[in-house]
């Protein structure tokens, strides 16, 4: 199983850095285009829909390398099982708003399917299901980092 998450991760990792890179020359493109009175209408479009996974998914890679926002500072100062009991609990606080977002964003995802880019002819949902999936994902990554927490030395 392991293996199998770490192949996981190394895809869901390309996926951003292919994503970000699109989104990089879809934008310096459209904009060169545009001056020269040839506008590429569908980048906008590809663009904000690459953008919105590129979020959800980089943020699991941000938490499963412990790359958010921390307070070192008072976490340093407490004990190894104060830092135990504060990074858990932080971490059931990150949970219950990734379970707020799962829960709110099926939904959306399925009030958009109506919805179309204006020059992708798809469905907007292909956007809005970034969040569930992304919060699932997060949740997935957080219960590891949980578990790892408390494997640490007994």
């Known amino acids: 199983m392991k293996k199998l998450y770490g192949h996981f991760c190394k895809v869901?990792?390309?996926l951003v850095k292919s994503f970000l890179i699109s989104i990089t020359l879809l934008v310096f493109l459209s904009a060169i285009f545009r001056t020269i009175k040839y506008p590429i209408n569908w980048?906008?479009?590809?663009?904000m829909l690459?953008?919105?996974?590129?979020?959800?998914?980089?943020?699991?890679?941000a938490i499963r390398k412990a790359e958010l926002v921390n307070m070192d500072l008072l976490i340093n100062r407490l004990t190894e099982n104060g830092r135990k009991i504060v990074m858990s609990v932080w971490n059931v606080v990150i949970l219950l708003f990734l379970g707020f977002l799962l829960w709110y964003g099926v939904p959306l995802a399925m009030e958009s399917t109506?919805?179309?880019?204006?020059?992708l002819g798809i469905s907007y949902s292909?956007?809005?299901?970034?969040?569930?999936?992304g919060a699932f994902l997060m949740m997935v990554s957080t219960v590891i980092k949980i578990r790892q927490t408390w494997k640490k030395n007994g």
């Open 43 to 47: 980048a906008v479009d590809l663009s």
């Open 12 to 14: 869901e990792e390309t």
């Open 126 to 133: 292909w956007a809005t299901i970034s969040v569930p999936v």
């Open 50 to 61: 690459l953008f919105a996974w590129v979020i959800f998914l980089g943020a699991d890679m």
């Open 114 to 119: 109506s919805r179309q880019f204006q020059t």
